[in-house]
T-cell receptor, first 111, second 116 residues
Framework: GENVEQHPSTLSVQEGDSAVIKCTYS??????FPWYKQELGKRPQLIID?????GEKKDQRIAVTLNKTAKHFSLHITETQPEDSAVYFC??????????FGSGTRLLVRP | SAVISQKPSRDICQRGTSLTIQCQVD?????MFWYRQQPGQSLTLIAT?????????ESGFVIDKFPISRPNLTFSTLTVSNMSPEDSSIYLC?????????????FGPGTRLTVL
């Protein structure tokens, strides 16, 4: 079955710097890769997603890239702000269209 | 997207008892899922709640422990049976919403369960 690995587990950046979170997946048939942001005590919220027919997608300060050959995808946050501090989860749809989640990255943006 | 609510938002229960969690969506959805998120951990899929048929459980989860109902396309329940402290966790329902030729998954607010 699908296996999703996520790195790093924690990431601390200075406000204004960029943050990059990387994920790899195992199932070459996976074709949908969402990213969720979870603030403390809140539900996971979808922030951006990418499908296998594109290599990059951008939404304001957030971008996601996908390399299907290498089976990895990354989340890029530019000009980070304190409110970006949260836990971020990557995920991949497996062949049964179930979401398999990475282990999460705790991002801390220092003011 | 979809507006998803869960009841209760939190509960403290005694071991050996059972708790039923409700999930309500504001629109009809085909796919509903139940996840568990243990403290500081990622999300683990418990089962897919199928309307009109039995739920499909993931490895490590069984119907006797986590019975699920899905009476219609807007509602589902998850019961945590014969609870032990190891069941203390956040339980989240999730729905898959179709839109623009692509499906997206959204989460409810979660139910925080503490078992004493």
């Amino acid at each position: 079955g699908e296996n999703v690995e996520q790195h790093p587990s924690t990431l601390s950046v200075q406000e204004g710097d960029s943050a990059v979170i990387k994920c790899t997946y195992s199932d070459s048939a996976s074709n949908y890769f969402p990213w969720y942001k979870q603030e403390l005590g809140k539900r996971p919220q979808l922030i951006i997603d990418i499908r296998s027919n594109v290599g990059e997608k951008k939404d304001q300060r957030i971008a996601v890239t996908l390399n299907k050959t290498a089976k990895h995808f990354s989340l890029h946050i530019t000009e980070t702000q304190p409110e970006d501090s949260a836990v971020y989860f990557c995920a991949a749809w497996d062949s049964s269209y179930k979401l398999i989640f990475g282990s999460g990255t705790r991002l801390l943006v220092r003011p | 997207s979809a507006v998803i609510s869960q009841k209760p938002s939190r509960d403290i229960c005694q071991r050996g008892t059972s708790l039923t969690i409700q999930c309500q969506v504001d629109s009809q959805v085909t796919m509903m899922f139940w996840y568990r998120q243990q403290p500081g951990q990622s999300l683990t899929l418990i089962a897919t709640a199928n309307q009109g048929s039995e739920a499909t459980y993931e490895s490590g989860f069984v119907i006797d422990k986590f019975p699920i109902s899905r009476p219609n396309l807007t509602f589902s329940t998850l019961t945590v049976s014969n609870m032990s402290p190891e069941d203390s966790s956040i339980y989240l329902c999730s729905v898959e919403v179709a839109g623009g030729g692509a499906d997206t998954q959204y989460f409810g607010p979660g139910t925080r369960l503490t078992v004493l």
